[in-house]
């Protein structure tokens, strides 16, 4: 059971290029999340979703595109990187309300 | 939105010593959960605990939803406890039922 899975581990971009991140899931779970962590803090939500096909803004939504198209798969778009969106990107997933949250291993994101 | 506020901010231990860890929030919660962010950065799931109390080998955790307070116990330190423990809730009027983390307890065990 790979739990939640994150690709890539690791990426660095050039400012204005694009790029997306996948989130899969393999518990067929309903809800998944995009969070960012910054130096020194805990995590912010930037987009969920609480179904296939559908996705919501959290806190941070700005510059970021998400698709839910399948449900074990939730991927997050950068457009056009700029260096304030270098961080730690987590994706999570949970079977539904009160259940918890199980979070992949992170990607590292560098915009130069 | 919900406040969630950890103490002590950092804490330097020697191992095999003892230590508490506060979360407290600001409203009513459905879920409470303890993680661990180890020194590769992986967030581990430590507990699930809304309310009440569970251990796990030599950490525990309360959870007293009536005074909006979780307490993390670690016992018997060892330097592989060193990391961050984070405290995330969500409450029954988060979107989606997000989870708010708090700023996190850095924890530094000493041979």
């Known amino acids: 059971n790979a739990g939640v899975t994150q690709t890539p581990k690791f990426r660095v971009l050039k400012t204005g290029q694009s790029m997306t991140l996948l989130c899969a899931q393999d518990?067929?779970?309903?809800?998944m999340y995009w969070y960012r962590q910054d130096p020194g803090m805990g995590l912010r939500l930037i987009h969920y979703?609480?179904?296939?096909?559908?996705?919501a803004k959290g806190e941070v939504p700005d510059g970021y595109n998400v698709s839910r198209l399948k449900k074990q798969n939730f991927l997050l778009g950068l457009e056009s990187a700029a260096p304030s969106q270098t961080s730690v990107y987590f994706c999570?997933?949970?079977?539904?309300?009160?259940?918890?949250?199980?979070f992949g291993d992170g990607t590292r994101l560098s915009i130069l | 939105g919900i406040q969630v506020e950890q103490s002590p901010p950092d804490l330097i231990l020697q191992e095999g010593a003892n230590s508490t860890l506060r979360c407290n929030f600001s409203d009513s919660v459905n879920n409470l959960q303890w993680f661990h962010q180890n020194p590769w950065g992986q967030l581990i799931n430590l507990f699930y605990i809304p309310s009440g109390t569970k251990q796990n080998g030599r950490l525990s955790a309360t959870t007293v939803a009536t005074e909006r307070y979780s307490l993390l116990y670690i016992s018997s330190s060892q330097t592989t406890d060193s990391g961050v423990y984070f405290c995330a809730v969500d409450g029954p009027k988060a979107a989606g039922n997000k989870l708010t983390f708090g700023g996190g307890t850095r924890v530094l065990v000493k041979p």
């Open positions: 979703s609480v179904g296939e096909g559908t996705t």
């Open positions: 518990m067929n779970h309903e809800y």
């Open positions: 999570a997933s949970r079977k539904k309300m009160n259940q918890p949250q199980h």
